[in-house]
């Protein structure tokens, strides 16, 4: 393929029809059109080295990137700078989204959601479903007849949804595409930054020391999504490995982990451990050292990790290349070859402060209005400024998406069950959307005094703080 042209016509042309697979994936508008542009972002990395139809390769990068989404075994923040561009759909079709069709859909696992999509809408060949997946054609074929015969079964099986016509328009969902590119291009820039500053201390026989300052992490702020970042400690793939030793002030702690690499055949990841129990697990990515992702373990997870206020903790982040794929019981095989050297592992602690001990920007004289989704049915919920604050889940199976944004600083903590479960926190007036996943019948949820057992109907309470603008926070299933 040749380059930008090519690539803007087929966005135009082509990515309609991905965003149907998308959405047929996520089941929700926001999130299939938040998958279609990062897809779409890293394939771009990738276009001159396509040869013949770009689509089939395209496709295959949604498909991996869905997977890493739902994969990740951990309770983290993935913030984008704004909404995604595709809007959540308009008032009137809520009556679609509540049609029991989809309802059914959404109902089977995602393995068997993923081969349907593939086999009956993209009419794909098992073989060649098999391929896509890296799972064996036997497999394809046990959840195509385990999910076709758990919806024969479904009484209220109807008409699938379409995707509606509020989808912004193949020129707009281009602009959005083109802001991520920008921003992937800044992210590189650090990443190489911070894989020059492992390369130079390997070079100097420096090693990095525990909570101390490398350049590579010298552009990180003090203050990061609510929390004062205290400690930060990289090191390069070739070590695997890297730990830092701190003393906590509060339990109230958040670990943000991050790795980069140049591209690897398998997914790579980096996983976090206190006193020998895992905290979480974040997936690699090829676009920079963005420290995105949050892990926010309860009190007392951290207590029966033996973490004390007071006392020198350990917290050791490692690089793991074997993967469990959903559906599969089994690790991925060994790879051919050896991690890439140019890959940087880093993680960062912060602990929570309040929000009148940080420095406010001033306000603008002009606030851009606040996009807001209009998506709401039995299965989601959306709170807002000027809404409700309580409303009710239905919830089946899994973990709940928690997305939420804010016009102002201030913060928003969410309650399941009267339990807190997620505290938000804005710190400027770039309306900022946060996003993070939660499993409110997992372990962690039961350290928090949570006790939920699906099918359950969750009574979702939001509690502003600080606010003097518009703001919304939407709960939906997590996949």
């Not at 929390?227 to 695997?240: C, L, S």
């Not at 029966?304 to 020198?312: H, I, L, S, T, W």
Request: hydrophobic share 40%.
């Amino acid at each position: 393929m040749a380059g930008t042209a090519e690539f803007d016509e087929f966005v135009m042309a082509r990515s309609r029809h991905l965003l149907r697979i998308a959405y047929l994936l996520t089941g929700d508008h926001a999130l299939a059109e938040d998958l279609l542009q990062t897809a779409l972002v890293k394939s771009w990395a990738a276009w001159r080295r396509i040869h013949g139809d770009p689509e089939p390769y395209v496709r295959q990068v949604l498909l991996n990137t869905y997977r890493s989404w739902w994969r990740r075994r951990w309770n983290g923040e993935r913030p984008a700078e704004s909404l995604p561009e595709q809007a959540m759909p308009a008032p009137q079709a809520a009556v679609d989204e509540r049609d029991e069709v989809w309802r059914a859909l959404g109902r089977l696992s995602r393995q068997q959601r993923v081969v349907l999509v593939l086999r009956y809408f993209e009419d794909l060949t098992e073989a060649e479903i098999a391929k896509a997946l890296d799972i064996s054609p036997g497999s394809v074929k046990s959840y195509a007849a385990k999910g076709l015969a758990r919806l024969r079964l479904d009484p209220d099986l109807q008409a699938l949804p379409t995707i509606t016509e509020d989808a912004p328009a193949g020129n707009e969902r281009l602009a959005g595409v083109r802001r991520r590119i920008v921003q992937q291009r800044r992210g590189r820039l650090a990443s190489a930054a911070a894989a020059l500053a492992v390369i130079l201390a390997g070079l100097a026989g420096y090693v990095v020391a525990p909570g101390g300052e490398t350049d590579g992490l010298a552009g990180v702020p003090d203050f990061h999504q609510g929390y004062r970042i205290t400690e930060r400690a990289q090191a390069g793939f070739p070590e695997g490995t890297g730990e830092l030793t701190f003393t906590p002030s509060t339990l109230d702690l958040a670990f943000f982990p991050a790795c980069t690499h140049s591209g690897y055949e398998l997914p790579l990841e980096i996983k976090v451990w206190v006193g020998g129990r895992e905290l979480g697990a974040v997936g690699c990515e090829t676009d920079g050292l963005s420290f995105e992702s949050r892990l926010t373990p309860a009190a007392d997870t951290l207590r029966a990790a033996g973490v004390e206020v007071g006392k020198p903790v350990t917290v050791r982040f490692d690089l793991d290349v074997s993967y469990v794929y959903p559906g599969t019981s089994g690790s991925v095989p060994e790879p051919a070859s050896p991690a890439p050297e140019d890959g940087v592992l880093a993680l960062l602690v912060g602990e929570a402060v309040g929000f009148d001990q940080v420095d406010l920007p001033e306000r603008p004289a002009a606030m851009a209005p606040l996009e807001r989704p209009a998506y709401a049915t039995g299965t989601s919920v959306l709170l807002a400024a000027d809404g409700p604050r309580t409303a009710t889940l239905d919830w089946r199976s899994g973990g709940v998406r928690i997305m939420a944004r804010s016009q102002t600083p201030g913060v928003l903590r969410l309650r399941i069950n009267g339990v807190l479960v997620d505290v938000k926190t804005w710190w400027d007036y770039e309306q900022q959307t946060w996003q993070s996943e939660f499993a409110p019948a997992g372990d962690d949820a039961k350290v928090r005094g949570l006790s939920a057992q699906y099918p359950d109907q969750l009574t979702i309470t939001v509690e502003p703080e600080h606010m003097t603008g518009d703001w919304w926070l939407a709960v939906m299933p997590a996949g």
